[in-house]
């Protein structure tokens, strides 16, 4: 089974979900936004992908500088009580597998996470070659 907590916003997490389907997987679709997080939810993805609650901070079009987030003081259970109050500090997509679970950024990172990948060519929004013709990652 392949989870994907996805923000359809997201250029990024739209090319990962379309990596998975196009690789022949029906993927359970997490629309975090909406569905929120708990701090055992978070806890348990931070541990299982390697991250912390500072290197899942999304820092970018997201409220994390006006809340005052950036600083480095800020610890780790006030960065988790920010992300349960405010979704969309957590960064995106995260995906999970039974090869793991990753922060998938860039998009082709979730390759790693599968046994089969797309067939032939896919790229990026911006056209950045993920797999090329041949179905294997560019040189």
Not at 115 to 131: A, M, Q, S, V, Y
Request: charged share 25%.
């Amino acid at each position: 089974m392949i989870v994907i907590h996805h923000n359809p916003d997201c250029g990024t997490s739209r090319n990962v979900l379309d990596l998975i389907k196009a690789a022949g997987y029906a993927p359970e679709v997490i629309l975090y936004q909406e569905a929120g997080w708990t701090r055992g939810q978070l806890l348990g993805l931070f541990a299982a992908a390697d991250l912390t609650p500072r290197t899942a901070l999304r820092t970018s079009k997201s409220p994390a500088a006006d809340l005052g987030l950036l600083d480095p003081a800020v610890s780790d259970a006030a960065l988790l009580d920010a992300m349960i109050a405010h979704p969309i500090l957590v960064n995106r997509p995260i995906v999970c597998t039974p090869k793991g679970v990753r922060l998938c950024r860039p998009s082709e990172v979730v390759l790693d996470l599968l046994d089969t990948w797309p067939k032939g060519k896919f790229t990026k929004e911006d056209g950045e070659i993920i797999l090329d013709e041949t179905g294997k990652r560019p040189a």
